[in-house]
């Protein structure tokens, strides 16, 4: 007596290996097979199969099947969101795979959108994870991507999922500096720098975003316009004294000056005693290793602005700064760095 056939359904196809369904996808036009089929199963094992296609290179094959499962979705997409968000998510990897991420990207935005009306979270956080990626390889920021960063940032970030938050502010902080809103940028790249502070293997992030900090600084014409010191930048102030510090206490006099020069940019908006406090030491002690290494412009350069630091700082704090300098004292500069990145938040309050 001859076994009886399981039943084929959605599930059972999708546990098949690729190949099995490959096969089944051959069949799926067969009376007899598709009327065990909702269209439900069939596009969402059709997704599926858009993407095992993909990841084995076949991708006349994946866009047949994606695009196939694209028009069976689409025709439930009132009812069922979450599964046209599934389809597109699989499409667009397929897009991106094979090169194009314009539409790779396009579909990854769509997938968002319907998987958050669908309520499908996981579906919704890989498409922004993967439209992060799309526009980190190169697509431009347009009308379409801008507010998608705006929103995906929020969403990350209530999400705890720090790196992707991060991701999504240096991608709005770079665009917003495009549209020449450069005191916006500030705002957004300094969440960069809070938001890497304890990650690890964020140093080329948090890098590029000091670049992109310093270029949105050089470009606010009026100082008055100049959004105050966040703690973003005070940390990553922190981050550079130590750096240069413990560089110099090995002997790598060249990485402490460029350290320092970094940290000294990033105060350019001092506005705080101990923040100038902070900037004048940096000078002071930048004067001295640039002295050893004889580069008088750079000594003489240093020390013009130290000067001219002091004379904004109380008499009695100018004096502890240039003695403390004079003396190489570099644990009481980063002590002073640590001060300066814990309590400094805004302008105007006490030193």
Same mark, same amino acid.
């Given at each position: 007596?001859?076994?009886?056939?399981? &039943?084929?359904? $959605?599930?059972?196809?999708?546990?098949?290996?690729?190949?099995? !369904?490959?096969?089944?996808?051959?069949?799926?036009?067969a009376p007899a097979v598709r009327r065990l089929l909702s269209d439900r199963d069939v596009a969402s094992a059709l997704g599926c199969l858009c993407l095992a296609y993909a990841m084995e290179e076949r991708y006349d094959e994946a866009f047949a099947a994606g695009l196939r499962a694209q028009r069976i979705a689409r025709?439930?997409?009132?009812?069922?969101? $979450?599964?046209?968000?599934?389809?597109?998510?699989?499409?667009?990897?397929?897009?991106?795979q094979a090169g194009d991420l314009e539409k790779g990207l396009a579909a990854y935005l769509e997938s968002w959108t319907h998987a958050r009306r669908g309520g499908d979270e996981p579906t919704f956080l890989k498409a922004g994870v993967n439209a992060l990626l799309a526009l980190e390889a190169g697509r431009p920021i347009g009308?379409?991507?801008?507010?998608?960063?705006?929103?995906? !940032? $929020?969403?990350?970030?209530?999400a705890n999922q720090e790196p992707e938050a991060a991701r999504a502010c240096r991608l709005l902080g770079e665009a917003l500096l495009d549209r020449g809103q450069a005191a916006d940028a500030i705002a957004v790249l300094d969440r960069v720098l809070v938001l890497t502070e304890s990650l690890g293997g964020a140093r080329s992030m948090r890098r590029e975003t000091t670049r992109l900090l310093l270029e949105a600084d050089r470009r606010i014409d009026d100082p008055a316009d100049t959004p105050p010191l966040g703690p973003g930048a005070l940390r990553e102030v922190r981050a550079l004294v130590d750096d240069g510090v413990e560089s110099a206490l090995r002997g790598i006099v060249p990485r402490t000056r460029t350290c320092f020069s970094r940290a000294l940019a990033l105060l350019e908006r001092r506005a705080r005693?101990?923040?100038?406090?902070?900037?004048?030491?940096?000078?002071?002690?930048?004067? !001295?290793?640039?002295?050893?290494?004889?580069? &008088?412009?750079?000594?003489?350069?240093?020390?013009? !602005?130290?000067?001219?630091?002091? &004379?904004l700082i109380k008499p009695s704090l100018a004096e502890w700064v240039k003695t403390r300098a004079c003396h190489m004292d570099l644990g009481a500069l980063s002590t002073l760095a640590r001060n300066v990145s814990v309590s400094a938040r805004s302008r105007g309050s006490g030193p």
């Open positions: 007596m001859m076994a009886e056939e399981p &039943e084929t359904t $959605a599930d059972r196809i999708l546990s098949m290996p690729v190949y099995e !369904r490959v096969a089944h996808f051959a069949l799926v036009d025709g439930q997409a009132a009812d069922d969101p $979450a599964l046209l968000g599934h389809v597109l998510l699989n499409l667009g990897v397929a897009h991106c009308e379409t991507e801008f507010p998608f960063l705006q929103e995906c !940032r $929020a969403v990350f970030e209530a005693p101990r923040e100038r406090l902070l900037a004048a030491f940096l000078m002071l002690v930048g004067a !001295r290793f640039a002295f050893h290494e004889d580069d &008088e412009p750079t000594t003489l350069g240093l020390m013009k !602005r130290a000067g001219q630091e002091v &004379e």
